[in-house]
């Protein structure tokens, strides 16, 4: 198993993959703010350093369970937007303002139970198979922790890849605050305004783009690191 960890530091998908579900998902298990005021906290420290196997595993079982809503979501806002508009022209033509009810949309969870479910005192909202495959996501991570080189790999990939999305993520700049490495003498001295501003807490879903893998890109990098998975025999 630990023979395939090697093979990370050379994957650079994988690696990205990676960085960006800890950037966009993972980080939003404490929020931007708290992240924010502990990397000021500790300066010679990364965000590698305080998230967790079980804050990626989480983030990844929550894109993988929810993924399909939020994206249907959204285009049921663009569609409804859609439909005012031809509403508001036919009203100018016919004087008739009235549209047709719009039935509630159903989105089946893969990994949680019915939402009209209702759970006993302390009841987790996660199903048998979203359990099993939240323990086979903390593997796979706990694995990839303990991997010293794999693992330093990562760390020494991510402040190249907050530099480049500082340089060129124009639309959403980044929110990850850097220092450079401080003496003693000068820590006191030098203050960043990285905890200033609030950040907007909660689970955000962005729209994939380019800069952002939609789910497949990250059950490709899972393909890569289930690999691990498979050879333990999940």
Not at 65 to 78: F, I, M, P, S, V
Request: proline residues 5%; hydrophobic residues 30%; negative net charge.
């Amino acid at each position: 198993m630990a023979d395939n960890w090697y093979e990370l530091p050379v994957n650079a998908r994988a690696n990205v993959t990676i960085y960006n579900l800890i950037y966009y998902y993972a980080t939003e298990v404490y929020g931007r703010t708290v992240l924010k005021r502990w990397l000021n906290a500790n300066r010679n420290m990364s965000l590698l350093d305080k998230i967790n196997p079980n804050d990626m595993a989480y983030a990844l079982l929550v894109v993988s369970n929810y993924e399909g809503k939020w994206q249907a979501e959204l285009q049921d806002e663009t569609d409804e937007e859609l439909s005012k508009q031809i509403n508001e022209e036919a009203a100018k033509s016919n004087g008739s303002d009235k549209s047709p009810p719009k039935k509630k949309r159903k989105y089946p969870m893969k990994y949680t139970k019915p939402s009209a479910q209702r759970l006993a005192y302390l009841e987790t909202g996660w199903n048998t198979e979203g359990l099993k495959r939240f323990e086979e996501l903390l593997r796979v991570f706990t694995s990839l922790r303990e991997h010293g080189v794999a693992w330093q790999a990562c760390k020494d990939g991510w402040d190249s890849y907050i530099e480049d999305k500082r340089q060129d993520d124009d639309i959403h700049p980044c929110w990850v605050p850097t220092y450079r490495r401080l003496d003693d003498n000068d820590d006191r001295a030098e203050k960043e305004n990285s905890a200033d501003r609030d950040e907007q807490q909660g689970f955000e879903f962005v729209l994939p783009n380019e800069d952002i893998p939609s789910l497949p890109d990250f059950q490709t990098s899972a393909a890569y690191l289930g690999c691990v998975v498979q050879k333990e025999g999940v």
